[in-house]
């Protein structure tokens, strides 16, 4: 049963962090693809450092700025909100390190939209919101859906931030990952297997989808 609870917990989590990332994911990728501006090589960099980063290090800079010491821990502490340790700093975490692949898959996405479309209902009197949410969207729909698949691919697969901002704590913050790491640890093989395996089989059925987005995007 606590195999099950971690599974259910880890889909959860990366669904929420998912989620969280993808309003602002898009806007970025979108920014990036259409507009060029100051400081637009330092926002590309940040965006993407926590595919190079160790994980642990990127764990560590969000346990200083969400505890309660941190610059933004201490604001949470003021209105009651607990973020280290919690189901939240999980979230957190896998939402940091899964954004990078979304901006990046929903940005060749806008890219590949062909500017004409967006010029000629900007030349009928469309506004720009108008002209992103009924042509650059949509048609970059298939990218964004296959970028998010992966975010939360990468999602499921998060350990070494996870570990650092919420720790391992059964029932609370232990997710796929950290409890295949903590099975081995204490020899308990047989558990560390079969999350393993259920953890390989999800990020293959994610990994499958998004791979099958991006051909039908390219046919």
Same mark, same amino acid.
Request: aromatic share 8%; with cysteine.
């Given at each position: &049963? !606590? ?30 693809? /259409?507009? /060029? ?15 190079? #980063? ?9 346990? #200083?700025?969400?505890?309660? /010491? ?6 949470? !502490?003021?209105?009651?909100? !607990? ?10 975490? #896998?939402?940091? &390190? ?73 029932? *609370? ?15 308990? !093989?047989?558990? *560390? ?5 259920? @953890? ?9 989808? @998004? ?9």
């Amino acid at each position: &049963m !606590d195999l099950w609870h971690i599974t259910w917990f880890t889909v959860a989590c990366a669904t929420g962090a998912t989620l969280l990332v993808l309003p602002a994911g898009v806007a970025i990728a979108w920014l990036l693809a /259409r507009r /060029r501006f100051a400081g637009q090589a330092l926002v590309e960099t940040l965006v993407s450092l926590p595919l190079v #980063m160790p994980p642990v290090a990127t764990g560590l800079v969000l346990l #200083m700025l969400l505890s309660r /010491r941190g610059a933004i821990g201490r604001v949470l !502490d003021a209105a009651g909100i !607990d973020i280290v340790f919690t189901w939240k700093a999980v979230v957190i975490a #896998m939402a940091v &390190m899964g954004l990078p692949l979304l901006v990046r898959t929903a940005r060749a996405g806008f890219e590949q939209v062909n500017r004409r479309y967006e010029q000629v209902a900007a030349t009928l009197g469309a506004p720009p919101a108008r002209v992103f949410f009924t042509i650059s969207l949509p048609l970059a729909w298939p990218s964004i859906v296959a970028g998010a698949v992966l975010a939360f691919a990468r999602a499921l697969g998060e350990f070494g931030a996870t570990i650092v901002v919420a720790g391992s704590i059964p029932g *609370a913050t232990r997710t796929l990952a950290v409890a295949i790491y903590s099975y081995t640890e204490i020899g308990q !093989d047989r558990q *560390a297997a079969t999350l393993v395996v259920i @953890s390989a089989a999800i990020a293959f059925l994610a990994l499958w989808y @998004s791979n099958r987005l991006a051909a039908r995007r390219a046919a």
